[in-house]
T-cell receptor
Framework: QKEVEQDPGPLSVPEGAIVSLNCTYS??????FMWYRQYSRKGPELLMY????GNKEDGRFTAQVDKSSKYISLFIRDSQPSDSATYLC?????????FGSGTKLNVKP | ETGVTQSPTHLIKTRGQQVTLRCSSQ?????VSWYQQALGQGPQFIFQ???????GRGNFPPRFSGLQFPNYSSELNVNALELDDSALYLC???????????????????FGPGTRLTVL
């Protein structure tokens, strides 16, 4: 069993839709929870991070962590074609990062 | 742009050969991490260097080795290349207050664009 599981998609939505991306994990030692966005031929870029259960909002993005269920989510409101990318969840403990396999998102104009 | 550069952009090698990949860190960063990203997968942690010392390693064999230099640039060396080593290799530079303090690692880690390695 992988330590971080993520639905690979692809996910295709119309512009303006609310997008929900999810990951589950098995390691209770994970301390930090992150979402990265990766465009084709680029390295991942950090979107959001949190270290506690609950919600964290940044503009159109909301990250949600439920440590009791070992489940994290990223919500994107009013999705735009420029949001089309691969979204990676990641978790960290003892300076080691563990990434999900990524969900490919396509936002259609 | 993140300020993290990697060279070369693309590389083709044959099985059994050796390869060296290079990474130039963002100014002010003292830590570099290397990742392997196979097609359709997320990055897998190879190892991390903090102030020129290895500071953590993932589940990769010893033929994957690294160096960090006084200017905090870094190299990843892979010996005896195998077909499964074909992947995008990413380096990420970051700042750590101390070798065990991970908080700053989370929000200061910036990735380079990667080196695409193909092993034939």
């Amino acid at each position: 069993q992988k330590e971080v599981e993520q639905d690979p998609g692809p996910l295709s939505v119309p512009e303006g839709a609310i997008v929900s991306l999810n990951c589950t994990y098995s390691n209770s030692a994970f301390q930090y929870f992150m979402w990265y966005r990766q465009y084709s031929r680029k390295g991942p870029e950090l979107l959001m991070y949190t270290y506690s259960s609950g919600n964290k909002e940044d503009g159109r993005f909301t990250a949600q962590v439920d440590k009791s269920s070992k489940y994290i989510s990223l919500f994107i409101r009013d999705s735009q074609p420029s949001d089309s990318a691969t979204y990676l969840c990641a978790m960290m403990t003892f300076n080691k990062f563990y990434f999900g396999s990524g969900t490919k998102l396509n936002v259609k104009p | 742009e993140t300020g993290v550069t990697q060279s070369p952009t693309h590389l083709i090698k044959t099985r059994g050969q050796q390869v060296t990949l290079r990474c130039s860190s963002q100014s002010g960063h003292n830590t570099v991490s290397w990742y392997q990203q196979a097609l359709g997968q997320g990055p897998q942690f190879i190892f991390q260097y903090y102030r020129e010392e290895e500071n953590g390693r993932g589940n990769f064999p010893p033929r994957f080795s690294g160096l960090q230099f006084p200017n905090y640039s870094s190299e990843l060396n892979v010996n005896a290349l195998e077909l499964d080593d074909s992947a995008l290799y990413l380096c990420a530079s970051s700042y750590l207050d101390n070798p065990t303090g991970g908080g700053s690692l989370v929000y200061t880690q910036y990735f380079g664009p990667g080196t695409r390695l193909t092993v034939l």
